[in-house]
């Protein structure tokens, strides 16, 4: 089992900032993949980014050049600079962790860390 707790989350102006943080406990480590959802009301959840393994990232297009994921496998910890935010932004964003144990996948989330850019 994996424990996810994001913190990080606020209310922004649109342009503004945000680091997001999500500490991971339990059976995790460097091998495992962690990253970001998000979910806006109304709207699926959707992929923001994830760092697959410690080396390979993915991005939504939508976050590519804006927001930045990054790993601290010494402290369990994965982060999401969120940058030049915009209302659209606006969403409830999740922590994800998946693990492969003999070959199936197992996937974890948090509670999620309320996100709202406006003016």
């Known amino acids: 089992q994996v424990q996810l707790v994001e913190s990080g989350g606020g209310l922004v102006q649109p342009g503004g900032s945000l680091r997001l943080s999500c500490v991971a406990s339990?059976?995790?480590?460097?091998?495992?993949?962690l990253g970001w959802y998000r979910q806006a009301p109304g709207k699926q959840r959707e992929l923001v980014a994830v760092?697959?393994?410690?080396?390979?990232?993915d991005y939504a297009d939508s976050a590519k050049r804006r927001f930045t994921i990054s790993r601290d496998n010494a402290k369990n910890t994965v982060y999401l600079e969120l940058s030049s935010l915009l209302p659209e932004d606006t969403a409830l964003y999740y922590c994800?962790?998946?693990?492969?144990?003999?070959?199936?996948?197992?996937?974890?989330w948090g509670q999620g860390t309320q996100v709202t850019v406006s003016s």
């Open positions: 339990g059976d995790i480590n460097e091998n495992d993949a």
């Open positions: 760092d697959q393994d410690g080396g390979r990232t």
């Open positions: 994800y962790a998946r693990k492969i144990v003999t070959m199936t996948p197992h996937e974890f």
